[in-house]
C-alpha cells in the first residue's frame, strides 16, 4: 500500500498546501510576538517545516510495520513513544545545525533556540500524533473500502450466478433423470423407487432452502453430498464407486454450503458419463494448521474424456472461495495418469 500522501498529484498537493499554511503561521508569530527578525523568523519557519514535512512521509513505514489489528496495542504504543523520541531528536538537532550555518550572529535568537526548545518539542509530538492518526485513519478507511467491495461483489455474483448455480447444482438433466429412474422403479421395485423420492426430495429441500454463501458445518455439507452421491447411485449402479477417508475433527470445521455437490457433479460427468468401467470417487479430508483441506478424485478413461466442458462448475467454486476468503490459491486441479483431482484448501479463522 503506497504512502496516502504520495498516492496522488491531489493528496500531494494538500500535503504541501497544509504545511504551507503551518509554516506561513509560525512565520508570523515568531515575528510578531518573539520578536525576530523577518529573514531569521521566515529562516526558522521553512528549515523546521520542511524538515518535519520531508520526515514524516516516512512515518508510514512505522505504521504500515505496527500494525494495530495484528499487534499487542501496548506494544504499538511503546514503538510509537520510542519512535517520536527519536524522530525529535533528528529533528531537533538536524534544524538546529542548519539554523546555526545561516545563523546571523543575532543573541536574541540563540536566547529563543533555548527558551522555545520544551515549546517546539510539544509541537513535535502533537504534529507525530496527528500524522500517525491521519495514517491510522487512512488503513482502516482503505480495508474497510475493500471490505464493502468484497461484499459487493459477492452480493453481485450470487446475484448474477444463481441461475448457473441452480444449473449447476439442481442440474435440469439430473433430476429428469432422477425422475426416469423412478418412473422405472415403480414397476421393478416400488420399495426402492419410494426410497429415492424421500432421498431426492431431501435433497432438492436443503439445496433451495439454504442460502449458497453461507458457512455450515461440514459434517453437514458431507451428509447432503451423500444424498446426492446417493441417488446417482441408482442411477449408475455398480459404475460408480465411492470411498471417503475423513480424520477426525474435520466434522466440526466449517464450509460454505453446497461447495462440495458440484465438484461430485463434476467428477461424476466427467468420469462415469465418459467410462465403460467402474469409476472410483474418492474424497479425503484432513486439518493442515488453520485450514481444511479435501481431495476428491475420480479416475477416467483418456481416450474419452478428452472432451472438455465448459469448467463452470470449477470456476464457480473458485471464485466463491476466492470471494469468500479473499485468497486466489484456495483450489487447485491436478492430473496424474488417468486420476483427476481436485484440492480445496478452506479457512478455518473465523
Known sequence: MKNPFLKNAKTLRIYLLVWAIIAAAHTGILYVYEHLS?????????????LYAGLALNFWYAVRYLNIEKQKPLLVLVAHIIAAKVFLVLWLLTGNYLMYLIDTGDTAYRDFTVSSFLGRSICGLLYYSIIILVYYLFI????YHEKLIREANLRT??????????RSQLNPHFIFNSLNSISSLTLSDPRKAQDMVVTLS?????????????????SEELENSLLYLQIEKVRFGAKLIFEKE???GCENTFVPNMLLQPLLENAIKHGIYESREPVLIAMKCTKENNFLRINISNNFEKGDSMKKGKGIGLRNVRERLQLLYGQKDLLN??????????????????
Open 38 to 50: 523577518f529573514f531569521l523568523s521566515l529562516a526558522d519557519s521553512l528549515t523546521y517545516n520542511i
Open 157 to 166: 455474483l450470487v446475484k448474477e450466478t444463481e441461475l448457473s448455480l441452480l
Open 333 to 350: 486441479t491436478i492430473i496424474q495418469g488417468s486420476v483427476f483431482e481436485v484440492e480445496l484448501y478452506i479457512p478455518q479463522s473465523r
Open 202 to 218: 431431501s435433497y432438492l429441500r436443503y439445496a433451495l432452502e439454504h442460502n449458497h454463501n453461507k458457512l455450515i458445518s461440514f
Open 246 to 248: 475423513i480424520d477426525v
Open 140 to 143: 482502516y478507511y482503505s480495508s
